[in-house]
């Protein structure tokens, strides 16, 4: 069973970066295609940006385009999400999701395995 472990989070200023790491182990995720998710306090936790399982077809949210960018090393097993130009609507738990699919949708459905989450927060 992968296990995935996310790191990278913090508490930054407004108009700051943040690069989140995804790693994972208990076996390669070479194949498949991974995701962020992210949950605000009393929300829905909501597709932030997907990756296919070999750097391709990524898509993102509307809210966050432009300003995140999802990457992979499929030699080191980890999936990055680089955060830019923070906005203090951005403040959620982060989590790094992998699917049996190789390519990502936005459904949370169509992932099999999650990460504990990594908390980012952004102050005005």
């Known amino acids: 069973q992968v ?5 990278g989070g913090g508490l930054v200023q407004a108009g700051d970066s943040l690069k989140l790491s995804c ?3 208990g076996g390669t995720i070479s194949d ?3 995701a962020w998710f992210r ?3 009393g929300k829905e936790r909501e597709f932030v ?3 296919g399982w070999n750097g391709g077809r990524a898509i993102n949210a509307a809210s966050v ?3 995140f960018i999802i990457t992979r090393d499929n030699a080191k097993n980890t999936v990055y999400f680089q955060l830019n130009s923070l906005k203090p609507e951005d403040t959620a738990t982060y989590f790094c999701a992998g699917s049996r699919f190789k390519h990502p949708g ?11 989450g990594t908390q980012v927060t952004v102050s005005s």
């Open 3 to 7: 296990q995935l472990s996310e790191s």
């Open 23 to 25: 790693a994972a182990s």
């Open 32 to 34: 498949n295609a991974m």
């Open 39 to 41: 949950q605000a306090p």
């Open 49 to 51: 940006a997907g990756i």
């Open 65 to 67: 385009e432009g300003r």
């Open 106 to 116: 936005d459904n949370r459905a169509r992932y099999d395995w999650w990460g504990q």
